[in-house]
Protein backbone atom coordinates (compact mmCIF):
# COMPACT_ATOMS: atom_id res chain seq x y z
CA UNK A 1 0.00 0.00 0.00
CA UNK A 2 2.79 2.26 1.21
CA UNK A 3 4.80 1.61 -1.91
CA UNK A 4 1.96 2.51 -4.77
CA UNK A 5 1.62 5.33 -2.73
CA UNK A 6 5.03 6.60 -2.94
CA UNK A 7 5.05 5.17 -6.80
CA UNK A 8 2.02 7.69 -7.38
CA UNK A 9 3.94 10.77 -5.75
CA UNK A 10 6.78 10.22 -8.08
CA UNK A 11 4.58 10.20 -10.90
CA UNK A 12 3.02 13.34 -10.03
CA UNK A 13 6.63 14.84 -9.54
CA UNK A 14 7.77 13.90 -12.71
CA UNK A 15 4.73 14.97 -14.31
CA UNK A 16 4.79 18.50 -13.03
CA UNK A 17 8.66 18.88 -13.65
CA UNK A 18 7.78 17.97 -17.57
CA UNK A 19 4.92 20.35 -17.43
CA UNK A 20 7.70 23.05 -16.32
CA UNK A 21 10.11 21.91 -18.75
CA UNK A 22 7.10 21.90 -21.68
CA UNK A 23 6.01 25.62 -20.47
CA UNK A 24 9.62 26.53 -20.62
CA UNK A 25 10.12 25.65 -23.99
CA UNK A 26 7.28 26.79 -25.24
CA UNK A 27 7.77 30.46 -23.63
CA UNK A 28 11.51 30.28 -25.28
CA UNK A 29 10.14 29.46 -28.71
CA UNK A 30 7.34 32.07 -28.52
CA UNK A 31 10.14 34.44 -27.38
CA UNK A 32 11.83 33.36 -30.33
CA UNK A 33 8.91 34.33 -32.69
CA UNK A 34 7.83 37.77 -31.50
CA UNK A 35 11.48 38.67 -31.90
CA UNK A 36 11.05 37.57 -35.65
CA UNK A 37 7.38 38.85 -35.81
CA UNK A 38 9.05 42.46 -34.63
CA UNK A 39 11.92 42.07 -37.36
CA UNK A 40 9.49 41.48 -40.01
CA UNK A 41 7.04 44.01 -38.84
CA UNK A 42 9.89 46.86 -38.49
CA UNK A 43 10.74 45.32 -42.31
CA UNK A 44 6.99 45.99 -43.22
CA UNK A 45 6.98 49.77 -41.73
CA UNK A 46 9.97 50.49 -43.44
CA UNK A 47 8.59 49.41 -47.27
CA UNK A 48 5.31 50.71 -45.90
CA UNK A 49 6.70 54.04 -45.39
CA UNK A 50 8.89 54.23 -48.45
CA UNK A 51 5.66 53.37 -50.42
CA UNK A 52 3.66 55.67 -49.52
CA UNK A 53 6.69 59.02 -49.57
CA UNK A 54 8.01 57.45 -52.68
CA UNK A 55 7.49 60.48 -55.04
CA UNK A 56 8.42 63.09 -52.54
CA UNK A 57 11.56 61.20 -51.42
CA UNK A 58 12.65 60.65 -55.55
CA UNK A 59 12.03 64.25 -56.10
CA UNK A 60 14.45 65.21 -53.71
CA UNK A 61 17.11 62.42 -55.45
CA UNK A 62 16.43 64.23 -58.61
CA UNK A 63 16.76 67.89 -57.44
CA UNK A 64 20.20 66.56 -55.50
CA UNK A 65 21.27 64.78 -58.80
CA UNK A 66 21.09 68.26 -60.88
CA UNK A 67 22.45 69.82 -58.26
CA UNK A 68 25.73 67.96 -57.94
CA UNK A 69 26.06 66.92 -61.80
CA UNK A 70 26.76 70.91 -62.16
CA UNK A 71 29.02 70.85 -59.10
CA UNK A 72 30.69 68.33 -60.50
CA UNK A 73 30.89 69.92 -63.78
CA UNK A 74 32.29 73.30 -62.24
CA UNK A 75 35.00 71.48 -60.22
CA UNK A 76 38.53 70.35 -61.11
CA UNK A 77 39.37 67.18 -61.23
CA UNK A 78 41.00 65.32 -58.46
CA UNK A 79 43.75 62.73 -58.26
CA UNK A 80 44.85 60.62 -55.42
CA UNK A 81 48.31 58.55 -54.88
CA UNK A 82 49.51 56.33 -52.11
CA UNK A 83 52.65 55.16 -50.75
CA UNK A 84 53.40 52.16 -48.95
CA UNK A 85 55.60 52.48 -45.91
CA UNK A 86 57.46 50.16 -43.21
CA UNK A 87 58.45 51.86 -40.33
CA UNK A 88 61.55 51.02 -37.76
CA UNK A 89 62.23 51.89 -34.44
CA UNK A 90 58.64 53.14 -33.10
CA UNK A 91 58.94 55.96 -35.85
CA UNK A 92 55.54 55.62 -36.97
CA UNK A 93 53.78 57.93 -34.65
CA UNK A 94 56.10 60.98 -35.86
CA UNK A 95 55.04 59.93 -38.94
CA UNK A 96 51.18 60.58 -38.11
CA UNK A 97 51.95 63.67 -36.32
CA UNK A 98 53.24 64.77 -39.61
CA UNK A 99 50.49 63.64 -41.48
CA UNK A 100 47.79 65.80 -39.06
CA UNK A 101 50.30 68.97 -39.74
CA UNK A 102 50.04 68.40 -43.20
CA UNK A 103 46.25 67.81 -42.72
CA UNK A 104 46.37 71.30 -40.79
CA UNK A 105 47.86 73.23 -42.62
CA UNK A 106 45.56 72.12 -45.47
CA UNK A 107 42.39 73.01 -43.53
CA UNK A 108 43.55 76.04 -42.77
CA UNK A 109 44.36 77.28 -46.00
CA UNK A 110 47.89 77.92 -45.69
CA UNK A 111 49.41 78.03 -48.66
CA UNK A 112 52.75 79.69 -47.25
CA UNK A 113 53.36 76.87 -44.86
CA UNK A 114 52.51 74.55 -47.40
CA UNK A 115 55.18 75.98 -50.29
CA UNK A 116 57.83 76.02 -47.66
CA UNK A 117 57.22 72.69 -46.01
CA UNK A 118 57.00 70.94 -49.61
CA UNK A 119 59.35 73.49 -51.57
CA UNK A 120 56.52 73.49 -53.99
CA UNK A 121 55.18 76.81 -56.03
CA UNK A 122 51.89 78.40 -54.91
CA UNK A 123 49.90 76.73 -57.29
CA UNK A 124 50.71 73.27 -57.02
CA UNK A 125 50.26 74.12 -52.71
CA UNK A 126 47.05 75.20 -53.51
CA UNK A 127 45.85 72.20 -55.24
CA UNK A 128 46.76 69.44 -52.10
CA UNK A 129 43.73 68.81 -50.96
CA UNK A 130 43.99 66.15 -48.43
CA UNK A 131 46.30 63.58 -46.54
CA UNK A 132 45.39 60.42 -44.88
CA UNK A 133 47.80 57.39 -43.31
CA UNK A 134 46.58 54.33 -41.84
CA UNK A 135 48.10 51.34 -40.93
CA UNK A 136 47.87 47.71 -43.00
CA UNK A 137 46.08 45.93 -40.05
CA UNK A 138 47.55 42.16 -39.67
CA UNK A 139 47.27 39.22 -36.73
CA UNK A 140 50.77 38.67 -36.92
CA UNK A 141 52.42 41.85 -36.07
CA UNK A 142 50.17 41.67 -32.90
CA UNK A 143 51.36 37.93 -32.79
CA UNK A 144 55.00 38.67 -33.21
CA UNK A 145 55.23 41.86 -31.01
CA UNK A 146 53.95 39.76 -28.39
CA UNK A 147 56.59 37.05 -28.71
CA UNK A 148 59.28 40.23 -28.92
CA UNK A 149 57.42 41.11 -25.34
CA UNK A 150 57.54 37.42 -23.72
CA UNK A 151 61.54 37.05 -24.69
CA UNK A 152 62.52 40.33 -22.80
CA UNK A 153 60.42 39.54 -19.66
CA UNK A 154 60.63 37.44 -16.97
CA UNK A 155 58.17 34.51 -16.83
CA UNK A 156 56.10 36.03 -13.64
CA UNK A 157 55.02 38.90 -15.73
CA UNK A 158 54.37 37.02 -18.46
CA UNK A 159 51.76 34.67 -16.66
CA UNK A 160 49.75 37.74 -15.36
CA UNK A 161 50.12 39.04 -19.06
CA UNK A 162 47.75 37.37 -21.44
CA UNK A 163 47.57 37.89 -25.22
CA UNK A 164 44.25 39.24 -25.48
CA UNK A 165 45.42 42.56 -22.91
CA UNK A 166 48.35 43.22 -24.90
CA UNK A 167 46.02 42.99 -28.27
CA UNK A 168 43.90 45.36 -26.30
CA UNK A 169 46.74 47.75 -26.48
CA UNK A 170 48.04 47.09 -29.85
CA UNK A 171 47.80 50.56 -31.20
CA UNK A 172 48.06 51.82 -35.05
CA UNK A 173 51.23 52.98 -34.64
CA UNK A 174 52.48 49.50 -33.48
CA UNK A 175 51.72 47.86 -37.04
CA UNK A 176 54.22 47.57 -39.33
CA UNK A 177 52.82 48.92 -42.49
CA UNK A 178 51.64 52.09 -43.19
CA UNK A 179 49.54 53.33 -46.09
CA UNK A 180 49.95 56.92 -46.88
CA UNK A 181 47.12 58.52 -49.31
CA UNK A 182 47.46 61.78 -50.85
CA UNK A 183 44.33 64.00 -52.89
CA UNK A 184 45.41 66.86 -55.11
CA UNK A 185 44.12 68.83 -58.29
CA UNK A 186 47.72 68.26 -59.68
CA UNK A 187 48.53 65.08 -60.78
CA UNK A 188 52.63 65.47 -60.67
CA UNK A 189 53.09 66.28 -57.48
CA UNK A 190 53.53 63.26 -55.56
CA UNK A 191 57.06 62.48 -55.59
CA UNK A 192 58.09 65.62 -54.90
CA UNK A 193 55.15 65.36 -51.62
CA UNK A 194 56.77 61.57 -50.67
CA UNK A 195 60.01 62.64 -50.83
CA UNK A 196 59.66 65.60 -48.27
CA UNK A 197 57.17 63.13 -45.85
CA UNK A 198 60.01 60.09 -45.96
CA UNK A 199 62.89 62.71 -45.48
CA UNK A 200 60.85 64.48 -42.72
CA UNK A 201 61.16 61.06 -40.46
CA UNK A 202 64.38 59.66 -41.16
CA UNK A 203 65.97 63.11 -40.93
CA UNK A 204 65.11 62.67 -37.05
CA UNK A 205 68.68 62.13 -34.92
CA UNK A 206 67.08 60.71 -32.28
CA UNK A 207 66.05 57.63 -34.71
CA UNK A 208 69.27 57.49 -36.66
CA UNK A 209 71.07 56.98 -33.61
CA UNK A 210 68.50 53.84 -32.78
CA UNK A 211 69.24 52.76 -36.06
CA UNK A 212 72.96 52.88 -35.83
CA UNK A 213 73.13 51.39 -32.35
CA UNK A 214 70.44 48.66 -33.71
CA UNK A 215 72.60 47.55 -37.06
CA UNK A 216 76.20 47.57 -34.84
CA UNK A 217 74.67 45.21 -32.60
CA UNK A 218 73.06 43.35 -35.30
CA UNK A 219 76.74 42.94 -37.19
CA UNK A 220 78.24 42.16 -34.31
CA UNK A 221 75.85 39.20 -34.05
CA UNK A 222 76.30 38.03 -37.55
CA UNK A 223 79.94 38.19 -36.66
CA UNK A 224 79.63 35.91 -34.01
CA UNK A 225 77.20 33.50 -35.07
CA UNK A 226 79.59 33.14 -38.25
CA UNK A 227 83.08 32.33 -36.00
CA UNK A 228 80.51 30.18 -34.27
CA UNK A 229 80.14 27.94 -37.64
CA UNK A 230 83.39 28.02 -38.06
CA UNK A 231 84.51 26.58 -35.12
CA UNK A 232 81.59 23.81 -34.83
CA UNK A 233 83.01 22.76 -38.74
CA UNK A 234 86.42 22.82 -36.95
CA UNK A 235 85.30 20.64 -34.05
CA UNK A 236 83.49 18.53 -36.57
CA UNK A 237 86.56 17.92 -38.35
CA UNK A 238 88.10 16.79 -35.66
CA UNK A 239 85.23 14.65 -34.25
CA UNK A 240 85.49 12.87 -37.77
CA UNK A 241 88.83 12.46 -37.30
CA UNK A 242 88.56 11.01 -33.91
CA UNK A 243 85.74 8.47 -35.19
CA UNK A 244 87.73 7.43 -38.33
CA UNK A 245 91.13 6.40 -36.12
CA UNK A 246 88.45 4.97 -33.45
CA UNK A 247 87.28 2.97 -36.33
CA UNK A 248 90.39 1.49 -37.80
CA UNK A 249 91.29 0.22 -33.96
CA UNK A 250 88.24 -1.67 -34.25
CA UNK A 251 88.60 -3.36 -37.82
CA UNK A 252 91.95 -4.37 -36.53
CA UNK A 253 90.46 -6.28 -33.64
CA UNK A 254 92.65 -3.62 -30.93
CA UNK A 255 89.72 -2.06 -29.52
CA UNK A 256 86.12 -2.53 -28.65
CA UNK A 257 83.79 0.19 -29.15
CA UNK A 258 81.60 0.03 -26.21
CA UNK A 259 80.70 4.45 -26.83
CA UNK A 260 79.14 3.78 -30.11
CA UNK A 261 75.90 5.58 -28.93
CA UNK A 262 77.51 8.17 -27.40
CA UNK A 263 79.28 9.42 -30.59
CA UNK A 264 76.06 8.83 -32.58
CA UNK A 265 74.20 10.98 -30.08
CA UNK A 266 77.16 13.88 -30.30
CA UNK A 267 77.23 13.73 -34.01
CA UNK A 268 72.96 14.56 -33.77
CA UNK A 269 73.89 17.74 -30.90
CA UNK A 270 76.61 18.93 -33.49
CA UNK A 271 73.97 18.81 -36.57
CA UNK A 272 71.15 20.66 -34.18
CA UNK A 273 73.72 23.07 -32.94
CA UNK A 274 74.71 23.63 -36.93
CA UNK A 275 71.55 24.21 -37.61
CA UNK A 276 69.71 26.65 -34.98
CA UNK A 277 72.94 28.89 -35.77
CA UNK A 278 72.36 28.97 -39.11
CA UNK A 279 68.55 29.38 -38.26
CA UNK A 280 69.25 32.71 -36.00
CA UNK A 281 71.96 33.71 -38.62
CA UNK A 282 69.02 33.81 -41.28
CA UNK A 283 66.92 35.67 -38.55
CA UNK A 284 69.96 38.26 -38.12
CA UNK A 285 69.72 38.56 -41.52
CA UNK A 286 66.52 39.50 -41.90
CA UNK A 287 66.60 41.59 -39.24
CA UNK A 288 69.53 44.10 -41.54
CA UNK A 289 67.55 44.34 -44.22
CA UNK A 290 64.36 45.74 -42.39
CA UNK A 291 66.60 47.79 -39.55
CA UNK A 292 68.69 49.06 -42.13
CA UNK A 293 66.68 51.87 -43.08
CA UNK A 294 64.37 53.97 -40.64
CA UNK A 295 61.51 53.83 -42.81
CA UNK A 296 61.53 51.19 -45.73
CA UNK A 297 59.24 52.06 -49.07
CA UNK A 298 57.42 49.00 -50.09
CA UNK A 299 55.49 51.10 -53.06
CA UNK A 300 56.32 54.68 -53.50
CA UNK A 301 54.08 57.19 -54.94
CA UNK A 302 53.16 56.88 -58.92
CA UNK A 303 54.81 59.83 -61.16
CA UNK A 304 51.19 60.64 -61.92
CA UNK A 305 48.01 60.29 -60.08
CA UNK A 306 45.09 58.35 -60.32
CA UNK A 307 42.05 60.40 -61.39
CA UNK A 308 38.76 60.00 -58.59
CA UNK A 309 35.80 59.23 -60.74
CA UNK A 310 34.52 56.46 -58.88
CA UNK A 311 30.74 56.50 -58.36
CA UNK A 312 31.16 57.22 -54.19
CA UNK A 313 33.49 59.97 -55.46
CA UNK A 314 30.97 61.58 -57.35
CA UNK A 315 29.39 64.72 -56.45
CA UNK A 316 26.03 63.83 -58.55
CA UNK A 317 25.60 60.66 -56.55
CA UNK A 318 26.48 62.43 -53.13
CA UNK A 319 24.03 64.85 -53.29
CA UNK A 320 21.32 62.80 -54.62
CA UNK A 321 22.19 60.38 -51.39
CA UNK A 322 21.84 63.12 -48.90
CA UNK A 323 19.19 65.15 -50.28
CA UNK A 324 17.11 61.59 -50.35
CA UNK A 325 18.36 61.65 -46.67
CA UNK A 326 17.21 64.34 -45.35
CA UNK A 327 13.98 64.38 -47.10
CA UNK A 328 13.20 60.76 -45.24
CA UNK A 329 14.67 62.65 -41.95
CA UNK A 330 11.79 65.57 -42.22
CA UNK A 331 8.78 63.13 -43.39
CA UNK A 332 9.76 61.22 -40.20
CA UNK A 333 10.15 64.29 -38.14
CA UNK A 334 6.71 65.22 -39.20
CA UNK A 335 5.16 61.89 -38.90
CA UNK A 336 6.50 62.02 -34.90
CA UNK A 337 5.27 65.54 -34.70
CA UNK A 338 1.80 64.45 -35.25
CA UNK A 339 1.87 61.60 -33.21
CA UNK A 340 3.08 63.74 -30.13
CA UNK A 341 -0.07 65.96 -31.19
CA UNK A 342 -2.22 63.26 -30.90
CA UNK A 343 -0.83 61.41 -27.98
CA UNK A 344 -1.98 64.87 -25.97
CA UNK A 345 -5.25 64.24 -27.03
Not at 64 to 88: A, C, H, M, V, W
Not at 137 to 146: H, R
Not at 225 to 230: F, G, T
Not at 241 to 249: G, I, T, W, Y
Request: charged share 20%; aromatic share 12%.
Amino acid sequence: METNQQNKEEEVDLGSLFAIIGKGFSNLFQWIGEIFKGIFHFIISILLFLKQYLFPIGIAAILGLILGFFLEIKSPKRYSSDLLLQTNFKSSRQLYDNIDFYNSLVKQKDTLGLEQTFGLDKQAAVSLKKFTITPIKNQNDIISGYNELILKIDTATVRSYEFEDFKKSFSDYDYKLHEITVIAETNNIFKAVGDVIITSVIDNIYFNTLKNITNENLNRLDSRYRQNLVQLDSFGKVFMQVLLADSKKVSTGTNIDFAGENRSSKEIELFYANQRINELLGEVTTAKLEKNQIINIVSNFESIGKELNGVTENKAFQLAVLFALACILGLLFLKLNAYLVNYKK
